[in-house]
C-alpha cells in the first residue's frame, strides 16, 4: 500500500480533529493539548537550531561559488522575493479587510489559551539562545565558512544541517499531523474552527492568484532583457510547474525545470548553474504564502500588520529561508524564528502557520520553480548570450 503524503494527512488530522472537537468529551481535548503544549515547546526549542543549521550552510555554500555570475544571480533572486513579499502585502492590505470583516480567531498573543483549553501539564523545554541570538551566529559562522580557505568548520555546519534536516523529516514532520489535529480539535471546540475554514478558503484563492500574478510578472520582466516572446517561454514550463505540484519540492524538481529552461534557449552553462542556485535561494511563491497567511492570522487576532510591522520581515525572510531544506513545509520551518521574534506569534498561532503554510506547499513551490527560469533569462542576457534558436 502507497504510504501517504503529508498534505493527505494533514487533511486527515484537519477532519479528526473537527469531530472530536465537536463530539468528543473534554478530557480528550485536553489530552491532546497537553500533547500540542510538549511538541509545541520543543518545537520552540528547536528553532534557533533549525536557523543555525540552515542559514550558516546556506550563506557558506554561497560564498564558496564566489564571482560575478553568483553575485547577480543571488541578487536578482533576493529582488525577485522582495518584490514578491511587497505584492503580497499591499494585496492583502486592501484584500484581506474585506475577507475578515467581523472575524476573530481571539488568539492573541498576550492570552493565547484565552479561548482554547489548556493541557493537563506542560513541561518547560528553553532553547539555548534566542532567534536573533542564532541568526547572528548563522551570519558570522557563514560569512566566516565563505572567506578562510579551511575546511573544519564547514564541514561540521553540513553534518549538522543534515542532523536538523533528520530532526524535521523523522521526528517533527511524522508528528505535526497529531500536533495538528490537537490544534483543531481544541479550536473547534473553542467555537474557533468554522472561521478558519472559511476565511482561509477565501485566502489561499488570493494566494494561488498572487503566484500566477508574480510568475507572469517574472517572465514578462525576464523574456523582455533576454529577447524572447514571454508567453511562450512561460508555455514551456508548464512541466516543471506541475512537476512541482506533485513533488512539493524545488530541488527534485531540478531536473525538469532545468531541461526546460534549456528549452527556452538558456545556454547551458547559465542554466546549469542559475537553476541549482535558485531552488535553495529563490522562494517568491513561499514569500507570498508566507506574507499573506501571517498578515491574515494577524488581522484575525487584532495584531498589527503594518508596512513599518511586515516589510522588516519580509526583508529576513529572504534570508532566513536561503538553503530551507527539501522537505515539505521546509520554508515555513525556516521562517518560525522571525515570525516568533519579528511578529509576535505565540506557539498557538506558529502551529496554524504551519498547518496554512504546508496545507498550500504546492503551489508555493510551484512558483519558486517556474520564477527560477524567468531568473535564468535574465542572467543569460546579462552574461552577454542571446537565447539559443529552438
Not at 178 to 190: C, D, P, Q, S, V
Not at 228 to 248: D, H, K, S
Not at 357 to 369: C, L, M
Request: proline share 5%; net charge positive.
Amino acid at each position: 500500500m502507497r504510504k501517504l503524503g503529508l498534505l493527505p494527512k494533514l487533511i486527515i488530522a484537519i477532519i479528526l480533529g473537527i469531530v472530536i472537537g465537536s463530539f468528543g468529551p473534554e478530557w480528550s481535548v485536553r489530552t491532546l493539548a497537553t500533547f500540542n503544549g510538549l511538541f509545541g515547546n520543543f518545537l520552540s526549542f528547536t528553532i534557533p537550531l533549525i536557523i543555525v543549521g540552515f542559514v550558516a550552510p546556506g550563506i557558506g555554500d554561497l560564498g564558496g561559488k564566489a564571482g560575478k555570475l553568483l553575485a547577480v544571480t543571488a541578487g536578482i533572486a533576493y529582488g525577485s522575493t522582495i518584490f514578491s513579499g511587497t505584492l503580497a502585502f499591499l494585496v492583502s492590505s486592501t484584500v484581506l479587510p474585506m475577507i475578515l470583516s467581523g472575524q476573530t480567531l481571539n488568539v492573541n498573543p498576550a492570552n493565547p489559551e484565552e479561548a482554547l483549553l489548556s493541557p493537563y501539564f506542560t513541561v518547560e523545554m528553553p532553547p539555548i539562545f534566542g532567534v536573533m541570538t542564532a541568526l547572528l551566529i548563522a551570519f558570522i559562522i557563514g560569512l566566516g565558512i565563505a572567506s578562510i580557505k579551511g575546511d573544519t568548520i564547514k564541514k561540521f555546519m553540513e553534518e549538522f544541517q543534515s542532523i536538523i534536516e533528520k530532526l524535521i523529516s523523522k521526528i517533527i514532520i511524522p508528528l505535526l499531523p497529531f500536533h495538528i489535529l490537537g490544534i483543531f480539535a481544541n479550536m473547534t471546540y473553542a467555537g474557533q474552527v468554522a472561521t478558519i475554514l472559511s476565511v482561509f478558503s477565501r485566502v489561499f484563492i488570493m494566494v494561488i492568484l498572487l503566484h500566477l500574478t508574480v510568475i507572469i510578472i517574472q517572465f514578462i520582466v525576464g523574456g523582455t532583457i533576454a529577447g524572447g516572446n514571454p508567453f511562450r517561454l512561460l508555455r514551456n514550463m508548464i512541466p516543471a510547474y506541475f512537476t512541482a505540484l506533485g513533488t512539493q519540492s524545488s530541488a527534485a524538481t531540478i531536473p525538469v525545470t532545468l531541461a526546460q529552461t534549456k528549452k527556452n534557449g538558456v545556454q547551458d552553462e547559465v542554466a546549469e548553474f542559475v537553476i541549482p542556485l535558485c531552488a535553495t535561494i529563490h522562494l517568491s511563491g513561499s514569500t507570498i504564502t508566507l506574507v499573506s497567511c501571517s498578515m491574515a492570522v494577524m488581522m484575525l487576532n487584532n495584531m498589527t500588520a503594518s508596512f513599518a510591522t511586515m516589510f522588516p520581515f519580509i526583508l529576513m525572510l529572504g534570508i532566513t529561508m536561503v538553503a530551507a531544506p527539501g522537505v515539505p513545509g521546509g520554508a515555513v520551518m525556516a521562517a518560525l524564528g522571525i515570525l516568533e521574534s519579528m511578529l509576535g506569534f505565540p506557539q498557538a498561532l506558529l502551529s496554524l502557520m504551519i498547518a496554512l503554510y504546508i496545507a498550500q506547499d504546492s503551489f508555493g513551490t510551484a512558483a519558486n520553480v517556474t520564477g527560477d527560469c524567468a531568473i535564468a533569462l535574465m542572467v543569460n542576457r546579462i552574461s552577454g548570450y542571446k537565447l539559443n534558436k529552438q
